[in-house]
């Protein structure tokens, strides 16, 4: 089991930026991806970034060459890195994990959420124009 719980989130002015960060406890002896999902008010929860247990990422079209995740695992951390942010940007952000073995499929780096079973509680991320 994982614990996950999100900090970092604010209110920032379009294109500015900002940093989440995740930090997880619990059973991490086995290999486990890592994403960013976001939802804003009246929609769907959406991915926004992954990363897996080799260090490889994928990312949502909307936001590749703005956001960046990395993950320090000496510290338990996960990071998002987000630049040039847009009012569209505006979400609350969880962070979610799941081991690689529990995938329904090969793809070790899914951007959907039915595929992850842990959550954090999700930090409030606010872009005015």
């Known amino acids: 089991q994982l614990n996950l719980e999100e900090s970092g989130g604010g209110s920032v002015q379009a294109g500015g930026s900002l940093r989440l960060s995740c930090e997880y406890w619990?059973?991490?002896?086995?290999?486990?991806?890592m994403a960013w999902f976001r939802q804003a008010p009246g929609k769907e929860r959406e991915g926004v970034a992954v990363?897996?247990?080799?260090?490889?990422?994928d990312y949502a079209d909307s936001v590749k060459g703005r956001f960046k995740i990395s993950r320090d695992n000496a510290k338990n951390t996960l990071y998002l890195e987000m630049d040039s942010l847009k009012f569209e940007d505006t979400a609350m952000y969880l962070c979610a994990a799941e081991y690689e073995a529990a995938f329904r499929t090969d793809n070790t780096r899914p951007l959907v959420p039915h595929e992850y079973n842990y959550w954090g509680q999700g930090t409030q991320v606010t872009v005015s124009s």
């Open positions: 990363i897996d247990s080799r260090g490889s990422t």
């Open positions: 619990g059973y991490t002896a086995s290999r486990y991806s």
